[in-house]
């Protein structure tokens, strides 16, 4: 059978404007689709751009040794770690400072995790505006917890915390404050933010009434204010 012969100087065929616009919104479908929600950092070391919240629900391992891991999670703008009852009695559990490279993360959520000392390194993660750490062994916050200015909501609870930080009341942006559950006693009204719009207090240490009033009185929404028993 003989070939065909082309004409060299046949004119090619350009594809319709149609399946251009097809092939756009194929692709565009694809890149809509991808998974970026994810609850296992092997499945999150997959595709590791593409996630965008990590939820570590009863992790049974120590993080500590994953800083490679969490470095690579570039866009990732929501964590939260709950931690396995098989692991609060380590005593050398850490998070993974290279957390602190993640330039457009906004939530912290910590869960039962064995931290006996605020990781210091948070405080220049300036994109978050979520942070809690809950059910740890946290006794203070650094001082240099003002630098986080976009913070919204701060939730430092159910843990051995006995004093605040004196910059506390730098961080204007601040709306929720958490203490339930600590061993607070001085609340002196000069550290906090005076835009804050809800506090909790439930379940915390003994202190001076009058601090309770004053405390009140400087909020803009007292009505939001929460204290068991008050």
């Known amino acids: 059978m003989n070939d065909l012969i082309k004409p060299e100087n046949e004119p090619k065929l350009e594809p319709h404007p149609l399946t251009y616009r097809k092939q756009y919104i194929s692709n565009r479908k694809m890149i809509l689709f991808k998974k970026s929600k ?3 950092l092997i499945e999150a070391c997959k595709n590791p751009e593409n996630c965008l919240e990590l939820k570590l629900l009863s992790y049974d391992q120590n993080l500590k040794y994953q800083g490679e891991i969490f470095s690579k999670f570039v866009n990732l703008k929501v964590l939260e770690i709950q931690a396995d009852t098989s692991i609060y009695y380590l005593n050398d559990f850490e998070l993974p400072n290279e957390i602190a490279s993640l330039k457009k993360l906004k939530k ?3 869960l039962n995790c064995p931290i006996q000392v605020f990781p210091e390194w948070i405080t220049n993660i300036k994109s978050l505006e979520f942070l809690m750490l809950r059910g740890t062994d946290l006794a203070s916050i650094p001082d240099s917890i003002f630098q986080l200015t976009k913070l919204k909501t701060l939730r430092i609870e ?4 006995y004093k605040l930080p004196s910059t506390l009341y730098q961080l204007q942006n601040l709306k929720i404050l958490g203490l339930t559950d600590t061993k607070l006693t001085n609340l002196d009204w000069n550290l906090f ?4 719009k ?3 207090f439930s379940g915390t240490g003994i202190y001076n009434i009058e601090d309770l009033i004053n405390l009140k009185n400087k909020m803009k929404k007292p009505g939001y204010f929460h204290k068991t028993g008050y």
């Open 193 to 196: 933010p005076s835009n804050l």
């Open 108 to 110: 912290i959520s910590v």
């Open 158 to 161: 159910n843990c051995p915390l």
């Open 198 to 200: 809800e506090i909790n």
């Open 38 to 40: 994810f609850s296992s």
